[in-house]
């Protein structure tokens, strides 16, 4: 069922507004948004948090997150002072029903409540807002709601968090955000494989031997140890980015890009990945914690040293895994993952290797042939790359050399001239647009959760614990044995 398109909302009410995420990524997304003219017409900002700022008190704190986090080239004195004069500010206290009248009271006249409520908050006062937000009568039909990870701890959790939402919206207004969604090339996979002849008669188990899904990371805590100390690599990022991409390789091809069909094809997948029990901890997982090491040439401390983080924590600050997706496309194929912090270098890749031709009629001359290798890369730089075997230049008359080359499509080149936007940019288009299509249903947060859960728990009951790795190093040695041990390895 297609939805009638959602009224433009009156107003954009940026929760947690002097939080790190709004300075970095949410008020610079706006402003890039104002800039090119994509805001309705006469779009109220509102900042909300409990500092107690006044509107130019506030002005002043989005001046300098637009200062440091949007390129020089991209502002003017003029813009920024035209976008900052868009914006008012109110000092919030959620839990207090006067503090959410006087928020309300900042609002122009609201038809039906349309109006988009982004909570860049802790998830633990989701509940709260919704609540309060109800109780002042801003929640009408056409109103929209934000949400940000992580959508709880676990599957008890998350539906906590799910269900105090839930009580004040209904599904279609909630839009749960997860970043990698918005990134440029997540959503060129869909154009890749479904605006191409080319690879979906061979995206099954019977053309593609392995997958393999990598999101690396050179950062470490962070100073964000009170979350992540309670989280880990698993929690933070198998649960959302890697299920997610994990989904969209795997999912069958919607009927079109409307937000159900897209949702309906991704949930399937998630209630097809096979659960690991305690019987295939030690086959299919490898959690890791780095010790003291150097990342681009410079030492860093290790885990446990890092301020914030527990004594003697089991946390786990890589991860590598073996996923299997029991159904009839993908039945045998493995899709072996692997997240950390503190690895060499930074990047988010998804390989997927084709199978071996059927018979190599160069054997004779001793020449290998490496399988057909699909690389898409989604950071730093935006690549798609086609390994293909070629002969090497030359005489050579004891049979053919033959070398695997990359057909590449460099999207920074194809499209050069195109400003990179920022993932949250796509996502605050389309919520202001109300096109749920890159963000994630409920149901697929808790088959996430289901399948992340039984992992913890076989941790837990196994006393699987983090094996060290040296920062800088690509994860514990058991991390590369882990793709050796069915006959694959994974691509550098
Ligand atoms: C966040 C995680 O969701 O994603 C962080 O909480 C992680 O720990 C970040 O660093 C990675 O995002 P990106 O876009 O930099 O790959």
């Given at each position: 069922m297609t939805l009638p398109p959602a009224a433009p909302p009156v107003a954009l009410i940026l929760f947690g507004a002097t939080g790190d995420l709004s300075q970095r990524m949410l008020i610079p997304s706006l402003y890039h948004l104002w800039r090119d003219g994509l805001l309705p017409k006469g779009l109220v900002l509102v900042g909300a948090a409990r500092?107690?700022?006044?509107d130019d008190g506030f002005r002043a704190f989005a001046a300098e997150s637009l200062g440091r986090f949007v390129a020089a080239e991209h502002k003017d004195d003029a813009s920024v002072a035209a976008f900052l004069q868009d914006w008012r500010y109110s000092a919030v206290d959620v839990n207090s029903a006067d503090s959410m009248a006087t928020l309300k009271a900042t609002l122009p006249s609201l038809t039906d409540g349309n109006v988009v409520f982004y909570l860049a908050t802790s998830p633990s006062i989701y509940g709260s807002i919704a609540q309060g937000l109800q109780q002042a009568g801003m929640t009408g039909g056409q109103s929209r709601v934000v949400i940000e990870k992580p959508?709880?701890?676990n599957l008890a959790t998350s539906i906590e968090v799910n269900q105090a939402v839930g009580k004040i919206f209904r599904e279609e207004q909630i839009y749960r955000i997860d970043h990698y969604l918005g990134k440029e090339t997540v959503q060129n996979l869909l154009v890749l494989r479904f605006g191409n002849m080319l690879f979906e008669p061979l995206w099954n188990n019977q053309g593609i031997e392995q997958v393999q899904i990598t999101l690396s990371?050179?950062?470490?805590v962070e100073g964000r140890a009170a979350y992540y100390d309670t989280m880990g690599a698993l929690r933070d990022m198998v649960q959302n980015h890697v299920l997610q991409l994990l989904a969209l390789v795997a999912m069958e091809p919607p009927s079109d890009m409307n937000a159900a069909a897209v949702r309906n094809e991704k949930i399937k997948v998630l209630r097809s990945l096979r659960p690991i029990t305690p019987d295939m901890i030690s086959t299919h997982t490898v959690a890791g914690q780095y010790t003291a090491g150097a990342v681009n040439s410079g030492a860093v401390k290790g885990y446990l040293d890092e301020d914030g983080v527990a004594q003697n924590s089991i946390n786990d600050s890589f991860v590598a895994l073996r996923a299997d997706i029991d159904n009839w496309r993908w039945s045998g194929v493995p899709f072996y993952i692997r997240t950390g912090k503190r690895m060499p270098t930074r990047y988010s890749e998804i390989v997927i290797v084709f199978k071996p031709v059927p018979h190599n009629i160069f054997g004779r001359g001793g020449g290998i042939l490496a399988p057909n290798k699909l690389i898409i890369r989604l950071q730093p730089e935006e690549v798609i790359s086609l390994m293909v075997m070629a002969k090497e230049p030359g005489l050579a008359r004891d049979g053919m050399q033959m070398r695997d080359v990359p057909l590449d499509v460099s999207l920074t080149t194809a499209f050069a001239g195109q400003r990179r936007r920022i993932a949250y940019e796509r996502l605050m288009l389309d919520v202001i647009e109300g096109n749920g299509t890159l963000f994630v249903r409920r149901d697929e947060v808790e088959a996430a959760w289901a399948w992340i859960d039984a992992i913890a728990e076989g941790w837990k009951r196994t006393g699987h614990t983090p094996k060290p790795y040296t920062a800088?190093?690509?994860?514990?040695?058991s991390a590369i044995a882990l793709p050796e041990r069915f006959g694959h390895r994974w691509h550098d």
């Open positions: 500092s107690p700022l006044d959508i709880g701890k990371e050179t950062v470490g800088g190093s690509w994860g514990p040695s």
